[in-house]
């Protein structure tokens, strides 16, 4: 059994003053630098402890948010693949439907995974409906742009002449509504390429 410490890296002394919102809506006077600079230390510490114990590590990204200070899952990535020395690395993921160059995608995502001495497992995401407009893209080809940027990355890191071709590869599987699932392609995309489709974690029904 393979075991994975995951963090979201909040920032949760704002979470008292935000009431029933904690994304989108959220005042930059609520974040004190100087505390943000701590609870950054604090997980990085967290997660270079757990290459001691043997457990392996898992970041994400999210934007616009309070209940995650991590807004490009690759920074804590490259620092990690630095300071640690045995347990595999996952990025879930990388919403690559908002990112406007996949190619520079492919770039930091093998940069890291020679850095890590070929640990690293990339993960991608369709993203949630609330990161669409602090991204400034059209959720109509959102699923068109993901395909496309999962294909260019891939290509780039695959083929022969690409930098590296270690790194796994996984998918969280969401639909637009936000329930999860997927659509046909994502899991037909799955079972021909043995990479593995995760469903999203769900809200419990009150």
């Known amino acids: 059994m393979k075991v994975w410490h995951f963090s979201e890296m909040a920032y949760h002394p704002a979470w008292p003053q935000l009431g029933e919102s904690y994304r989108v809506?959220?005042?930059?006077r609520l974040y004190d630098p100087k505390i943000g600079a701590?609870?950054?230390?604090?997980?990085?510490?967290?997660?270079?402890?757990?290459d001691e114990l043997g457990i392996n590590i898992m970041t994400n990204e999210h934007h616009a948010t309070a209940t995650c200070a991590d807004s490009v899952c690759t920074i804590p990535?490259?620092?990690l693949a630095r300071e640690t020395k045995k347990v595999r690395l996952l990025a879930l993921g990388m919403p690559i439907g908002n990112r406007n160059d996949p190619?520079?995608?492919a770039e930091e995502y093998a940069t890291i995974d020679v850095?890590?001495?070929?640990?690293l497992e990339m993960g991608f995401v369709k993203?949630?409906?609330?990161?669409?407009?602090?991204?400034?893209?059209?959720?109509?080809?959102?699923?068109?742009?993901?395909?496309?940027?999962?294909?260019?990355?891939?290509?780039?890191?695959?083929?022969?002449?690409g930098p590296i071709g270690r790194a796994r590869i996984s998918i969280i599987a969401r639909s637009?509504?936000?329930?999860?699932?997927?659509?046909?392609?994502?899991?037909?995309?799955?079972?021909?390429?043995?990479?593995?489709?995760?469903?999203?974690r769900q809200p419990r029904a009150a």
Not at 25 to 28: A, D, K, L, N
Not at 146 to 153: G, R
């Open 115 to 119: 850095i890590s001495r070929g640990r």
């Open 38 to 50: 701590d609870l950054y230390h604090r997980y990085l510490d967290e997660w270079a402890l757990c």
């Open 103 to 105: 190619i520079r995608v």
């Open 127 to 161: 993203g949630v409906p609330f990161e669409i407009a602090p991204a400034n893209t059209n959720p109509a080809d959102l699923m068109e742009r993901f395909w496309e940027a999962h294909d260019l990355i891939l290509k780039a890191m695959m083929s022969h002449d």
């Open 77 to 79: 990535m490259a620092i």
């Open 176 to 200: 637009m509504s936000g329930r999860g699932h997927g659509s046909s392609r994502t899991h037909q995309f799955g079972c021909r390429s043995a990479v593995p489709v995760a469903p999203p």
């Open 25 to 28: 809506i959220i005042p930059s």
